[in-house]
């Protein structure tokens, strides 16, 4: 298949009017063809009118059409075979095995959120029936329902080409709920890009959906994402990133005279506990599964465990001399884009440099670009609650160990860290009540907390949470993978004493 390089507004193809962009194999550094020209401020406003026209057409549609849609994009994504991953190859550095994995997880998640449209129970209806002879005042017919909020603009991210970019999941969630959308594609893979907007248009045109149901825009900078986030026309963001990049948004998003929600996942460094008996039980296998857990995708995952806390023992003691053994001999990998290796280098050596902070490890080296060496670090608690920037995250396969000389300590650090996607608890059964004491500080700091396991994986279902307090996510209420994903792109509305002709389809049910 050949790349054009052309925007999607609507159902048409357009060149770009602004400066190009190009997508960079990080493994040799080499440019890419073709250049993929951005797009003007009057094409970004096509865009959203395009959307803001099709919202009605959109959300009154029935939802067995909104289904077939979502279903169609899978099956469009699929068809275009290795074409998809090769090319993802190239603007990434990621294996085939990875990128064929994510395209899985991103055509299940579509099939997912195509099923929750069928079933209709996204709409939350509640049904209060009028009570005209109660006392000592009647009660009106009163009826609630969610509705879509309006069109949406998403930004791809781009640790995750495909299942947090185009198609992913805030697409598939916006789309789901009945919102239009306009997409910004990630400048570190707009080839990626274009085949998975081209299979959404497609899909569009083979179920018949309205026009401007989605757009793909291009663009470096800021210029594209302010101007669809100041357009009145969208009703909300989707946008996965730096905490840099997020706050922006936030603050374009607070800057309109109508303000509209971001919801933004941004940073975590995912602390594991390794309780006592767990630790000593289990030192070897702990270590070698946090190593695992650390260096996969080069550490390229928001859900990556940059932060070990354990209580000081000879365990822990073991615990660090067997992952800096293993992390010593391990290879450096290639990161997704020179600018996240170079924000690595700079992260990795401001942690260095830390008061208080001991070095353990450092991968092997190696003469090719944009490759991260797996660095490890030690550094008491003490020194880490009186030095902030130590939470701060550092995007790759980075981790930092916290010596706790008791359970008061833990305490403290949990209780200082600031809001994570997610918290890993490794634990046996002596360590129960040590660990019932933590679960509610947990519980506060964590959209997720995992039992025995590693946080580098997060499953497509309806009970994920893929969220969490401030910075991890602009908005604790929402998670950005599962199916309770849709709920952050629909409001409810009552309907009071409405005529029945009036009522919308689900809220007629039981009326009479």
Known sequence: ??????????????????????????????????????????????????????????RHGSLAARAAFLDAIAEQILSLGNTLIERAMLETGLPRARLEGERARTVGQLRLFAEVVRTGDWQGVRIDPAQP????????????????????????????????????????????????????AHSAHPGTSELVGRAVAAAARETEMPEGVFSLTYGSGSIVGQALVADPRIKAVGFTGSQAGGRALLAAAQARPEPIPVYAEMSSINPMLLLPTALANRTETLASGFVGSLQLGAGQFCTNPGLILG???????????????????????????????????????????????????TGLGSTDPNRCQPQLFRTTALHFLANEPLQQEVFGACALIVSCQDEDELVMVITALEGQLTATVHMDEPDSELARKLLPLLERKAGRVLFNGFPTGVEVCHAMVHGGPWPATSDSRTTSVGSAAIQRFLRPVCYQDCPPELLPEALQVGRY
Do not use: W
């Open 1 to 58: 298949m050949t790349l054009n390089a052309q925007l999607l507004l609507g159902s048409r193809a357009a060149s770009g009017e602004a400066a190009p962009i190009y997508g960079i194999n990080p493994a040799t550094n080499e440019r890419l063809e073709p250049g993929y020209a951005g797009a003007s401020p009057a094409q970004v406003a096509e865009a959203c009118a395009l959307a803001d026209a099709a919202f009605e057409p959109y």
């Open 133 to 184: 002879d109660r006392s000592p005042l009647p009660r009106a017919d009163l009826r609630l329902q969610y509705i879509p909020l309006g069109p949406v603009a998403v930004f791809g991210a781009s640790n995750f080409p495909l299942a947090f970019s185009v198609a992913g999941g805030d697409t598939a969630s916006a789309l789901a709920a009945g919102c239009p959308v306009v997409v910004k």
């Open 311 to 361: 209580l000081d023992s000879p365990r822990l003691d073991r615990f660090a001399e067997l992952v800096t053994q293993i992390l010593t001999q391990a290879e450096a990998q290639t990161m997704l884009t020179p600018g996240i290796h170079k924000a690595y280098e700079e992260g990795v050596n401001s942690l260095s440099r830390a008061e208080g902070i001991k070095s353990l490890a």
